[in-house]
């Protein structure tokens, strides 16, 4: 009989108004990585999180090494050897890199935290992943790709023999995800089992074994990937074939409505002169790092501009925090959902309403509720939100869904221009489409976009012309006919000669 290192069988898990995972199975065997996949809500996270722990489960057994175990705890799974690296990060922003990767199991010497020795294990465990990051730094400090990699490092410190990995690409570059991959692979010669969770479907051709497919909490198949197809999975994943990843609606391009002139903030918002015309989407691309949230920060107001003008529809606007922003009609989608996008403890209808309260209330202050549940509504609707009923909390949606509440809270108001940062993180393929039809369709009414996007398919896909940065600077810019990924690459590494030095 085959030995499964975990083995979960009909396991049913509800919340209340959803039945999040209906007699869901999977297992796992040592040395292989087993892909998790589904649309956003179809119960990948909730099963993980049972698998660990941290929910405990309706119905169902879960084995691990052959024998059963009831009630799991964090701490047991622990024990036992299955560490789980959350999709959402969960750092403590005010510790340090070490503390962070021993929390919960601080080395004590004497009465008090051996800092200096945990300081060289956290060091020791960055090294052997090759992260070149100081254990003393203070996690908030990091850029977010920086602090999913302590996420990893911390997970991996544990040495757990079962490892749940749930989108830790999603903010990694690509130099970052190889370096992952590495590991993975070296981690399942050691004969670890690995359950990897994404979106990124294109990635599982360099580490995935078998994958086991979920679609609204209901088990679908579990099949090995060198005898399947990214077709055959897509539309076991969705239920039907997607027939157009990048739908392209063509306008004919107009006058300029959007411009940023001289605009100079920090190191990495160095002197960018951009513009979009009415009936264009402009990308922004680029390696991480290169400054372009930064400079969709500024534009928006939220860091302090240096010098620089913003101009909409030949108005000089000024923007000197988001509410002069918004108020312009000029919105920004940030990359962070979690911190910068939503408040998780408010309800959904609240969430969307929130940057709205404008439209939505009347001279005396007070909310329209009719037209709050309207507005609500038709965000839901128009984005395929999978929610209960929107009363719930942000925090209880899938990460996917938390995505389409933070896009649809901007389009709820008639926005002129809208900037979107990294708008499909963790987004599931039918989704994406969808956010792709509604930059669309803002193109189309004669909105200004311009989208930030490390995704080199979906930059070459939906734009129509594509700005290219470069350590905080505009290093060229490709109408989409002139477009390559060579072109793009060879613009987004064109650093100037003193840092060509540094890193040579
Ligand atoms: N704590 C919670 N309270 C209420 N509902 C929840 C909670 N956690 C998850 N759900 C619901 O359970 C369903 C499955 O969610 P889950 O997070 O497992 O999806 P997922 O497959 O991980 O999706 P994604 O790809 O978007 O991360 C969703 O409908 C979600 O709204
Ligand atoms: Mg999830």
Not at 61 to 90: C, D, F, S
Not at 373 to 383: K, N
Not at 388 to 405: E, R, Y
């Amino acid at each position: 009989m085959q030995e499964y290192l975990v083995e979960l069988q009909g396991v049913s898990k509800s919340f209340p108004g959803v039945q999040a995972l209906d007699h869901v199975q999977l297992n796992l065997q040592a040395g292989e990585v087993l892909a998790l996949l589904g649309e956003n809500g179809a119960g990948k996270s909730t099963l993980m999180k049972i698998l660990s722990g941290i929910y405990p489960k309706d119905e169902g057994v879960t084995r691990v090494y052959g024998n059963a175990v009831e009630n799991m705890t964090p701490q047991k799974a622990r024990e036992l050897g299955i560490a789980i690296i959350h999709q959402e990060l969960n750092m403590c922003q005010h510790l340090t890199v070490a503390e962070n990767i021993f929390l919960g199991r601080e080395i004590v010497r004497g009465g008090r935290l051996a800092r200096r020795e945990m300081n060289a294990a956290a060091g020791e465990v960055l090294r052997h992943l090759n992260i070149d990051i100081d254990p003393e730094t203070i996690v908030g400090d990091l850029q977010l790709s920086k602090q999913q990699m302590v996420e990893i490092a911390k997970a991996l410190s544990t040495n757990a023999k079962v490892l749940i990995m749930d989108e830790p690409t999603s903010a990694l570059t690509a130099k970052e995800i190889n370096d992952l991959f590495t590991i993975i692979r070296k981690l399942r010669a050691e004969g670890h089992g690995i359950i990897y969770i994404s979106h990124r479907l294109e990635e599982l051709q360099y580490i995935a074994d078998r994958v086991t497919i979920l679609r609204d909490g209901q088990y679908i198949t579990t099949m090995n990937y060198r005898d399947t197809s990214l077709r055959e999975i897509i539309s076991y994943m969705v239920g039907r074939e997607i027939k157009e990843k990048f739908p392209r609606v063509d306008c004919e391009p107009g006058d300029v409505i959007f411009e940023v002139k001289n605009l100079n903030a920090g190191r990495l918002v160095r002197d960018i002169n951009l513009s979009v015309r009415q009936g264009e989407i402009v990308g922004i691309a680029g390696l991480m790092g290169a400054g372009r949230t930064e400079t969709t920060r500024a534009i928006f107001g939220v860091d302090p501009k240096v010098s620089g003008e913003i101009w909409l529809r030949g108005q000089h606007v000024n923007i000197r925090r988001p509410e002069d922003s918004i108020r312009a009609g000029i919105v920004l989608v940030p990359e962070d959902r979690k911190r910068d996008g939503l408040c998780v403890k408010l309800s959904i209808k609240d969430n969307i309403a929130l940057p709205n309260l404008d439209i939505l209330c009347n001279r005396l202050t007070v909310v329209n509720r009719r037209k709050k549940g309207t507005m609500t509504d038709q965000t839901v609707h128009d984005l395929r939100i999978k929610l209960p009923n929107a009363d719930v909390d942000a925090a209880s949606l899938s990460g996917g869904n938390q995505q389409k509440v933070v896009v649809g809270k901007w389009l709820a108001r008639h926005s002129k221009m809208v900037l979107f940062d990294e708008p499909t993180r963790g987004i599931d393929v039918a989704a994406k489409v969808e956010i792709y039809n509604l930059m669309n369709e803002l193109k189309r009414q004669g909105i200004g976009v311009l989208f930030v996007s490390s995704e080199m398919p979906e930059i070459l896909g939906i734009s129509d012309r594509i700005v290219v940065m470069c350590d905080g600077r505009i290093t060229g810019e490709l109408p989409i006919g002139e477009a390559t990924q060579e072109k793009i690459m060879d613009l987004a590494t064109r650093f100037e000669s003193k840092i060509n030095h540094a890193t040579a």
